[in-house]
């Protein structure tokens, strides 16, 4: 038995000492997380269909409250990054935040029009203390220096995809065909899925994410694993106790979305005045790394805010102005708009991650400066053949399912420049203490990359009721031609600063 387990007690060198090109662990987190975003993204998908249909909402109150849940969700993930460095460790945040999630989704499978907001709160808390956790973790798999972190983020965002693609397809389908609560019912036993494949393969992880507080020996081995001991369980209680109470507050917010608005404006804010904190009590070198992680996130907002036109105007110009022919097929262009993104990543991420590889080993990889910068260009790209539809229209203002489709595919390049990336840049910037914080930070610009990207996409709308197609299509791509020309500003602007963030960024690539 004993030896047993210690076999199974990794430690953090032969973890990070792997050989090939991922580390074992990497496929089990992939797995959690890919089952994770397909509940996520399987209750996504049914948010503003269920609450025009079943809770009969107007539409646009619908489109406000869906945006208000994403910035909720996405907002609480610097809580849920924060609590994990402080107290919990990613391990049990992780633990905790998928428990919420399933609860959450329990509720809504058992009376989804009577406790909706309830559920959707339990699971805006859980997700803050899972997303950002999961991610960090892949992060800590690896040592400072090794190059294929990098492609370690591609294939786990290909995992995620495939989460989002399965539960954004099955869950919407089942509430549809069969039955809402079924529905909710599949999200909860696909979490539940996930934390299992969590439970059973932490072993593995030897002492990653443990809890700040477990006792560890003088060489940094755990003596106690990762349980809390003395007064210090109490702050777990607490914790626990204050994530649970703060649910009725979410669930006020997000059923009046002015409270969103008021809550946007502070969270921001304060967590930038609270990173400054952080910045004044780490060393010179990680606090110059702390700025070159801000730079990203800043950045990030306004990949995401022009990126999430899919979820809102992009899936207004596929109902208005697409035909339904792919190549050839027949299709519809609202399944393609909400699909295709996926299954280019999909196709397309571990194929970035070993481009990465072979061009470190040729010594000729881009630094993250310019793949991020490479991000926007291929934004540009996209958004600009988003705006050259219009070349392809009839005279009713319908366009080109396939000219769209390939817009999709550049889109998507330039997500795999940038949001895998953005990940493990994170967790190489971020000095050990402050790892949660600094992945919350980064999903927190997503919230605000949503919250801007409903308003970009509400300037695209023409006004009144009786807009014909042909003025729907001109307003549309005028739009993304702007977005197109704001991208390439930015991804200039990005690679011409790019030795001012090199140097902040020291020796980390
Ligand atoms: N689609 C990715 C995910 O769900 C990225 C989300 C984001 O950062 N906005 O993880």
């Known amino acids: 038995m004993i030896l047993h387990i210690n076999r199974n007690m990794n430690t953090l060198n032969e973890i990070q000492n792997f050989e090939g090109k991922y580390p074992k662990q990497l496929w089990y987190l992939f797995f959690s997380e890919m089952w994770e975003r397909f509940s996520f993204y399987g209750m996504r998908g049914m948010l503003t269909f269920f609450m025009v249909h079943q809770l009969f909402m107007k539409e646009d109150v619908a489109n406000l409250q869906y945006g208000a849940t994403q910035a909720f969700v996405y907002a609480f993930t610097f809580i849920g990054g924060l609590f994990a460095d402080k107290i919990l460790g990613f391990r049990k945040s992780l633990f905790w935040g998928g428990i919420l999630m399933i609860i959450g989704s329990v509720i809504l499978s058992i009376n989804p029009q009577q406790f909706f907001f309830l559920g959707i709160s339990f699971t805006i808390i859980g997700t803050g203390f899972f997303k950002p956790n999961i991610s960090t973790m892949v992060g800590a798999l690896y040592k400072s220096n090794d190059n294929r972190r990098d492609a370690g983020f591609s294939l ?87 994530s649970l109470a703060i649910i009725p507050v979410i669930m006020i917010m997000v ?41 990203f996130i800043i950045f990030s907002v306004l990949f995401w805010a022009f990126f999430e036109q899919s979820g ?21 262009p609202n399944g393609v708009n909400n699909a295709a993104n996926s299954l280019f990543v999909i196709a397309f991420a571990a194929i970035f991650g070993l481009i990465w590889i072979g061009l470190a080993k040729r010594k000729m ?70 790892q949660g914080v600094m992945m919350g930070m980064w999903f927190l610009a997503s919230a605000y990359g949503q919250y801007v990207a409903g308003i970009l996409g509400a300037g695209m709308t023409v006004p009144g009721d009786d807009a014909t197609a042909i003025e729907k299509l001109i307003s549309y791509t005028q739009g993304y031609k702007q977005l197109s020309i704001y991208a390439l500003i930015t991804g200039i602007a990005l690679i011409a600063i790019s030795p001012v963030v090199k140097k902040l960024m020291q020796e980390v690539k």
């Open 365 to 434: 990889e881009p630094n993250t400066v310019v793949k991020f910068g490479l991000g926007f260009l291929f934004l540009s790209l996209a958004f600009f053949i988003f705006y050259y539809t219009r070349f392809f229209a009839n005279e009713h203002g319908i366009t080109s399912l396939d000219i769209f489709t390939i817009a999709y595919l550049v889109i998507t390049f330039g997500e795999l420049c940038l949001s895998p990336i953005g990940l493990s840049i994170m967790t190489k910037l971020a000095p050990k203490r402050l």
């Open 156 to 242: 786990f965002y290909s995992g995620i995809n495939i989460g989002a693609l399965l539960g954004g397809y099955a869950c919407v389908a089942i509430g549809k065909s069969y039955s809402w609560n079924l529905a909710f019912g599949l999200a909860a036993i696909v979490m539940a899925i996930s934390l299992l494949t969590f439970v059973f393969t932490q072993k593995s992880l030897g002492p990653i994410g443990l809890s700040p507080f477990a006792a560890k020996d003088k060489q940094g081995k755990s003596t106690n694993g990762n349980k809390i001991t003395g007064t210090k369980k109490w702050y777990e209680y607490l914790t626990y106790l204050g």
């Open 312 to 332: 809102g105007s992009l899936s207004l110009f596929a109902a208005n102005n697409l035909n339904s022919s792919l190549l050839g097929f027949t299709v519809d």
């Open 255 to 295: 059923a009046k979305t002015q409270y969103t608005d008021w809550f946007m404006y502070v969270i921001g804010p304060a967590t930038l005045l609270y990173v400054f904190y952080e910045m004044t009590k780490v060393t010179v070198p990680e606090r110059k790394k702390l700025g070159a992680a801000m730079v």
